[in-house]
């Protein structure tokens, strides 16, 4: 546990490539025991640290990963909150910005970090990035400012030397390390021989306030992306599923869609119908601007909202966090028109 001159770290291991290791005699990656941890990383016994293991039993493959398992790590975070100065989590590529946007939202008022990492390939091969992300992720977890407060109280994804906000990141790359992006926010720290830590973009905790956590989603959101030549009937079928309460309308440039008269129609009964659609581009850089050109202005008058700068997955994890709480439709547009985790820019 944590003292004064020696940090503590919780390392909660999900599952993923990044706790695999290769069997001699069938070749097949398996889970290893992170019991083990030190066999494998023995790197870890040089940190000025206290660094103590949680492992989901069994692993979960992040495709895997759902609203349940999110509450699980925010369960495991909240109970041992007071006995740590930092969490990482490792955790599977594909789904980990998912998870890093559901728990953003879901650690209200964060005063620690919480570094979500994992690799490209698996810790017990030769050339792993698991290795140098891990080691990384539990030293940015302990770092303290001169006052003592931590470096960084976010929850972040760090992936080959990048620190990034966690609800602004994607995956881009399931070939090279540099699995992730944060395209319309700037890293929070950029790693070489130092650590750099941009301190100006760093959220800071409400003082005032402790931690919150919330376990609450619902997950009745869809993901509908416009193309060229998509037919009414199939834009109907989504906007009438049994139960759909919001959608992530992922539309071209910025924020526009086609000047039909049915997809019009389609939109606006749906919003009378109480459906939240929320506008963000296909584009992986930019901004939804609907008042910006005539076919943008139409979805504003249609009653579809801004998602602003918003990634799919943190549209939609916000999305299922709101209506998680049992929100209202007017209350809803108006959260998902707000700031809550440093996941939009609103200028």
């Given at each position: ?29 398996e ?5 083990q ?74 005063s620690?970090?919480?570094?979500l ?64 992006r ?108 609907m ?20 990634t ?36």
């Amino acid at each position: 546990m944590k003292t004064a001159d020696c940090p503590s770290v919780l390392l909660i291991y999900t599952g993923g490539t990044i706790g695999m290791i290769e069997n001699p005699e069938t070749g097949a990656l398996e889970s290893f025991n992170f019991d083990q941890l030190l066999k494998h990383v023995p790197e870890l016994k040089r940190f000025n640290c206290h660094i103590s293991t949680y492992q989901f039993n069994p692993p979960i493959d992040s495709s895997d990963m759902e609203p349940e398992l999110w509450a699980k790590i925010v369960k495991i975070i909240s109970s041992h909150y007071n006995d740590y100065d930092g969490f990482v989590i490792l955790h599977g590529t594909d789904t980990m910005a998912y998870t890093a946007c559901a728990l953003s939202f879901m650690l209200e008022n964060l005063s620690k970090p919480v570094i979500l990492t994992g690799s490209q390939l698996p810790i017990g091969m030769l050339r792993t990035d698991g290795k140098e992300n891990l080691i990384t992720a539990i030293e940015i977890a302990a770092a303290r400012r001169p006052d003592g407060t931590p470096m960084v109280p976010e929850v972040c994804i760090f992936f080959e030397n990048e620190l990034m906000r966690g609800n602004r990141t994607t995956k881009i790359n399931a070939e090279n390390f540099n699995a992730f992006r944060s395209f319309n926010y700037p890293p929070l720290a950029k790693v070489g021989i130092h650590i750099r830590y941009e301190e100006h973009l760093i959220r800071r905790p409400d003082p005032s306030r402790p931690m919150k956590p919330h376990y609450l989603f619902d997950t009745n959101v869809v993901v509908l992306t416009l193309f060229p030549g998509i037919r009414e009937s199939i834009v109907s079928s989504v906007l009438h599923v049994p139960g759909i309460k919001a959608v992530v309308l992922k539309t071209f440039g910025s924020g526009n869609a086609p000047q039909k008269e049915w997809l019009i129609r389609q939109l606006k009964e749906a919003n009378e119908r109480g459906i939240v659609i929320v506008n963000i581009t296909q584009c992986q850089r930019g901004v939804v601007e609907m008042q910006r050109y005539g076919t943008g202005l139409q979805l504003l008058q249609t009653g579809v909202i801004s998602g602003y700068d918003s990634t799919p997955e943190c549209a939609v994890t916000k999305l299922m966090f709101l209506l998680g709480h049992g929100l209202n439709q007017q209350e809803i547009r108006r959260l998902m028109d707000s700031n809550l985790a440093g996941e939009i820019t609103k200028e």
